[in-house]
């Protein structure tokens, strides 16, 4: 009996990961044709091809820019957890220079940090190079800025970058609600989060797919203990990339 249970369940648990990944390949495509027709339509609108425009137009254009963005997000991650399940992650290592990373990320999100009142600072090493994927490295760093703007909105978001011998170590603090003791490594597994779902959106998956490159990378990820005042994420990685590699 409990053979045939266990197999039913690796059974619902492929049946889950294969959904999540036709679902997400399905997703792509018309999301790809959405986010040009949109993007398009509000760079014709700003140029005035329909006349001019309004600022309650363009603000409504911006606004399903960014819904199509998320939707975006959501299906890129749905896709990660098929292929991590899977253990289909492919690493494109190269050399790559993580303050340079980390300051793309910040300049990118400049728009979301006004959104959420956040004044987001950069200290610490301005040149820090090792082997990595700079994709899943952007993906990592973009969780983490964006957690912190999430449950830090109107407060100051700090990124340091350090240095210690044979590694990179990257600080993502916020002055937000925090991350109790109990909760520290729980918000690292798939669909968990430390405060109510009606609270923040979001699937729950951000922080357990950056756990999952990061490790792949060969370093390691976690919430620190010595903070009171809102949470810090600290991100270390070797310079040298995944030993196996």
Request: with cysteine; proline share 3%; glycine share 8%.
């Amino acid at each position: 009996r409990a053979e045939v249970l266990a197999e039913d369940l690796a059974e619902a648990v492929r049946a889950r990961d294969d959904f999540l990944s036709i679902a997400g390949h399905e997703l792509r495509t018309p999301l790809a044709a959405l986010t040009l027709h949109v993007q398009g339509l509000r760079r014709q609108v700003a140029k005035g091809s329909f006349g001019a425009p309004s600022e309650a137009l363009l603000e409504r254009l911006d606004k399903s820019v960014r819904q199509v963005a998320r939707l975006e997000r959501l299906t890129n991650e749905l896709l990660d957890v098929s292929r991590l399940s899977a253990g289909r992650l492919v690493l494109d290592l190269e050399d790559v220079d993580v303050a340079e990373v980390v300051r793309d990320v910040v300049d990118r999100t400049a728009a979301e940090a006004t959104r959420a009142g956040c004044a987001v600072t950069v200290a610490g090493e301005t040149t820090l190079r090792g082997r990595w994927d700079r994709v899943r490295l952007e993906q990592v760093v973009t969780n983490l800025l964006g957690n912190a703007m999430k449950y830090g909105a109107g407060r100051p978001v700090e990124l340091s970058l350090a240095s210690t011998p044979g590694h990179a170590r990257l600080l993502v603090r916020d002055h937000g609600l925090g991350v109790a003791p109990a909760d520290r490594e729980r918000i690292f597994r798939r669909f968990e989060r430390a405060v109510s779902d009606r609270q923040f959106g979001g699937l729950g998956l951000g922080l357990w797919i950056s756990r999952q490159i990061v490790e792949a990378l060969g370093g390691s990820i976690r919430v620190r203990e010595d903070v009171v005042d809102g949470a810090a994420f600290e991100l270390v990685l070797p310079l040298e990339g995944p030993a196996r590699a």
